[in-house]
């Protein structure tokens, strides 16, 4: 991990060009350096996690997906054994479900 | 727009993907010849060298540099209507966002050409990028030409991701459409789907998305504010005069949403009218973008006084006599068209019958536009013609080479957001949609009250595969209530789907923190200073 700070400082030292008889090191210009690093990372970072989490990238929808959930529609799944699924469709049934099926 | 369906929305959005007609391709036509005229004139200032321009001693720094300042602050108010409005929650900037976040992205990438159009041997570009260099060369951070690629840089990719991972959910609409109307072997099917990244609109997508989402727009606020006030350090880091001073930040940034809400309206107007988005994008939301010019262009206007008051006032013979220059020598018609084109112009947005007629907002931007890159113009060669040595003043007039790289870098911009508006949705669906609802949402989260103890037990996520009922309804509250049943009757392995986020759904479903909070923060501090052994390490190494 090289962080703004770092990279700046690093190519400092490496350099090593001295003016004036100052140290390469100035800490207060490269406060941008870090400050654009901290934003970079942060966001690569916040994008890395939202993929991970919202499990984005597999192509493949899942099961009973219904197109019409982009639009204007509603869905709730409720995950049971086969011999269950009566007792979520009375469940759900006075909701005013349009639609109820087994997936 | 109150009166539209979530049906409606997704029709008026997505329609104008449909193939495009023959004056849409004369149109890229015509922008691809201006792009190759410009390539042109590029070739031949690589072949023949710098002189083929204007530029010369003391005029380093002209046209080039203008259009690089012009670009990168057109590209500043696609992040302040997206970011810095939406942590405001301001409920206008929905229906415009999408175009300025795109309208940034292509701006970012013309500002980005001059850069290397400007430094004549284009080759040696990579010199100033940050590498691990066999030969140990590295840039120098003390420089504002490298600060600037760091924050030009950043903006881009930030942009960029912001962008696309606020599309993801749109994108996904675009393939449900396509994929019902065309079938799913459809290129733009395909496509999509590729981009859309399996998208499904799950209650546990929406919570990490909707964190996700504010985390770019906190990131991306003050990225704004550093990226142009960076870009006015390059100027305001020399000792010249109208460069050296400390306004040069705020007055820059002010710039640059000034001249990006300009160019906002520019594009949407027409774009609303030839994509038919008029029930959409309403006048209502040019008139909030009109407002929200007012407080810019006196912020410029201020700046504009500011500046000959400061020559005045500070005492400097150097820079009373530069003052004096810019209001009467051969820049002055440059110079007192300022005040005219970016603020008498503009704050006659003050007349709500003017924020409310269409052709008149389109002109004002236009003329806004045009006075925001003389401004650039005025900033960046004036004091350069005009510095502390008589013998050494000039003047600067463009040559044909850099006047047809301008022109064809807008022609770039334009391809590009051309290409936008026929590829992806135009106006943030999930977004309006949303907005839509906000408005019944209180009656819901009365609602919510009422199941704060089930609401507690988080509902474990599901498997993709996961077997069981599936029910749809029309309305998101009879949802919230399908979810409230369904936790009573003990079946607490659900999941909820919808078009748009749903924070209610979310506290029902007992899911409302996200864990991606804590990348954000690990990413941001490594990202600030992490890697502290790398530097010693470099030194034992050249030692």
């Known amino acids: ?38 934003i970079l990372c942060g966001t690569l970072a916040n994008l890395a996690g939202v993929l991970w989490h919202a499990r984005l990238g597999r192509p493949a929808l899942p099961a009973g997906y219904d197109e019409r959930f982009s639009r204007d529609r509603f869905g709730l799944l409720v995950a049971c054994e086969p011999h269950e699924a009566g007792a979520v469709r009375s469940a759900l049934a006075p909701c005013g479900a349009e639609d109820i099926r087994v997936v | 727009m109150s009166e539209l369906t979530y049906n409606e929305i997704n029709d008026g959005v997505l329609s104008p993907l449909r193939p495009p007609r023959r004056a849409y391709w004369v149109a890229l036509v015509l922008l691809f010849a201006g792009i190759g005229a410009a390539l042109t004139a590029w070739i031949i200032q690589v072949q023949l060298g710098m002189g083929v321009t204007g530029l010369s001693k003391p005029v380093g720094w002209a046209v080039y540099i203008t259009n690089f300042v012009f670009w990168v602050g057109i590209a500043h108010s696609g992040t302040l209507i997206s970011a810095i409005l939406h942590l405001v929650r301001s409920r206008w900037r929905t229906a415009v966002s999408r175009s300025a976040e795109a309208m940034t992205v292509f701006a970012v990438m013309t500002a980005g050409l001059f850069p290397m159009v400007h430094l004549g041997r284009v080759w040696v570009f990579y ?12 840039p120098d951070f003390l420089s504002p030409l490298i600060w ?34 065309h079938g799913p072997v459809c290129w ?24 996700a989402y504010l985390f770019f727009a906190a990131l991306a606020t003050p990225l704004v504010v550093s990226v142009h006030s960076v870009v006015s350090w390059d100027f305001a880091m020399s000792i010249l005069p109208g460069w050296h001073t400390t306004i040069f930040a705020p007055y820059f940034v002010a710039g640059a949403i000034h001249s990006g809400l300009a160019m906002v309206l520019t594009l949407v107007i027409p774009m609303r009218r030839l994509l038919k988005l008029e029930r959409v994008i309403t006048i209502d939301h040019f008139e909030a973008l009109a407002q929200t010019m007012i407080v810019t262009t006196l912020i410029v206007g201020y700046a504009y006084v500011l500046e000959p008051f400061i020559a005045w006032y500070s005492g400097d013979e150097f820079e009373r006599q530069f003052a004096l220059f810019r209001e009467t020598g051969w820049i002055a018609p440059l110079y007192w068209a300022l005040p005219l084109l970016n603020v008498l112009v503009p704050i006659l947005f003050v007349f709500r019958k003017v924020r409310r007629n269409l052709k008149a907002l389109f002109a004002i ?38 006047i047809t790289i301008t022109i064809g870098a807008l022609a770039f911009f334009l391809f590009w957001f051309f290409g936008f508006t026929k590829l992806a949705p135009t ?40 077997p069981g009922v599936l029910a749809i ?44 909070r804590y990348w954000t923060l690990i990413g941001a501090l490594s990202g600030c200073m992490a890697g502290s052994r790398w530097p010693s390490a470099r030194r034992s190494s050249t030692a």
């Open chain 1, 1 to 38: 991990m090289h962080g703004g700070f770092a990279l700046a400082i690093g190519s400092a030292l490496v350099n090593g060009l001295m003016a004036g008889g100052k140290h390469p090191v100035s800490i207060i210009p490269y406060c941008i350096v870090g400050f654009e690093g901290t």
């Open chain 2, 127 to 138: 010199y100033i990028i940050p590498y691990p260099s066999q030969r140990q060369l590295w």
């Open chain 2, 148 to 181: 600037d690629v760091c924050a030009v840089g950043t903006y881009f990719i930030v942009s960029s991701i912001f962008w696309y991972v606020g599309l993801i959910p749109d994108l996904a609409a675009a393939r449900d459409r396509f994929g019902a109307s």
């Open chain 2, 188 to 211: 733009r099917t395909r496509l999509y789907r590729r981009l859309s990244l399996g998208w499904c609109g799950a209650a546990s997508q929406w919570r990490h998305y909707g964190r």
């Open chain 2, 365 to 402: 931007s236009i003329l806004v536009n045009i006075g925001m890159w003389l401004e650039r113009l005025v900033i960046i060669t004036g004091s350069l013609s005009h510095d502390f040595l008589p013998h050494n003043w000039l003047s600067y007039a463009p040559r044909p080479v850099e």
């Open chain 2, 427 to 466: 106006v943030a669906l999930s977004d309006v949609k949303e907005d839509l609802l906000r408005g019944r949402r209180r009656a819901m989260e009365a609602g919510e009250a009422e199941e704060a103890d089930s609401a507690s037990r988080e509902a474990p996520r599901l498997a993709r595969s996961a």
């Open chain 2, 473 to 516: 309804f029309k309305e998101p509250e009879a949802l919230l209530a399908a979810i409230r049943r369904a936790k009573k009757a003990g079946f607490g392995r659900i999941e909820a789907y919808s078009p748009m986020r749903l924070e209610a759904v979310e506290d029902a479903l007992g899911r409302r923190t996200s864990p991606v």
